[in-house]
């Protein structure tokens, strides 16, 4: 069994079985409630955080969270400060801060970055983001606030709004709550911005319920849950084409009046003009205790790699293809090039193992 085998990763939540994201929730719960009788449990353990992309609160919640439980953190949150200035590749990177830590959180603004570094660290990495692909840790954020807000994560129809086709988040959350017996979901966006064809054909194939709107006003009032994404500026190809969706949608108090009253409204923040300031005041607006659910669901998964409570999901589960290239340019192995090629599935469609597109040969 190679190393990394042997480690509790997180990379995709999908890559765990139901049940270990559940127990993360149930500790997190514990922890929030005491969060002193945990001051001490990763006493002598170090963090290390590696941000080569801009964040607030995924990365000062992961670093909060190691110090409420008692380890230190290193890292960096600018690569213009580190050896990434100097040239140096991803896996010397995380090869090397992987040495120092005991537990690795990476950031990172291109796709299938977060396993591609798994392959080679030698500490577990906890994925903070791979570009426009991923976004584990705040999908456990959500599913904590759900749980903690709604009393239940079944049986819930869910609006995502916004940039769904950028939106990792987005990406995340729909992947974990297809898991949820009676997920709806309606995907509000504007054609240029819909969710990728990769995912629809995943929820198709699982048979999940989803349907697409263009107006906010026409599905707001069936919603449960609505979550709000901003328009991923830094992930369009030009100024012209991230103006031509900006501000396209805006959750106002007018809109508010045609929800639900129990509905809550989400969103992994920064925000940038998609919820106007005067809905921070409707109760139903939970945006930003969502952010110290983070927190806590952190320590509750900090606590459960560094303690190896589950068994490591295969990090690797198709084959090298070595004459075969990912169709997404945005791929980490258009980028390193001493990836191996992996991919699953056989035929004409290749599934590349690190981003999850399909590839045609
Ligand atoms: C999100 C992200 O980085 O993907 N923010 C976060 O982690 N809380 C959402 C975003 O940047 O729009």
Known sequence: M??????????????????WWNGLLELAHEILSAPQDYAKACDGCIMGTLFYEPSTRTQMSFQTAMLRLGGTIIGF????????????????????VSGYADIMVMRHPVEGSAKAAALTAECPIINAGDGG?????????DLLTLKEEKGSLENLTIGFCGDLKNGRTVHSLIKAMSCYKGSRFVLISTPDLGLPAYMKDMLAADGLSYKEVSRLEDAIGELDVLYMTRIQQERFASEEEYLAQKGAYILDKEKMKLAKPDMIVLHPLPRVDEIAIEVDDDPRAMYFR????????????????????????ALIRG?????????????????????PHFFEGSGDILTCEYCDQRTLI
Do not use: W
């Not at 190679?2 to 049940?19: C, Q």
């Not at 070595?322 to 980028?335: D, E, G």
């Open 319 to 339: 084959r090298e293809h070595k004459s075969v290239k990912c169709s997404n340019p945005r791929c980490i192995t258009h980028r390193e090039q001493y990836l």
């Open 133 to 141: 692909h991923l976004h584990p840790t705040q999908t456990l954020t």
């Open 2 to 19: 190679s190393d990394y085998a042997r480690r509790l990763n997180l990379i995709d939540l999908n890559d765990y079985p139901v049940s």
């Open 290 to 313: 969502q952010a110290r659910y983070g927190m806590f669901v952190r320590m509750a998964l900090i606590l459960t790699v560094l303690h190896k409570n589950g068994t490591p999901p």
């Open 77 to 96: 949150d600018n690569p213009a400060t580190s050896s990434v200035a100097k040239g140096e590749n991803l896996k010397d990177t995380t090869k090397i």
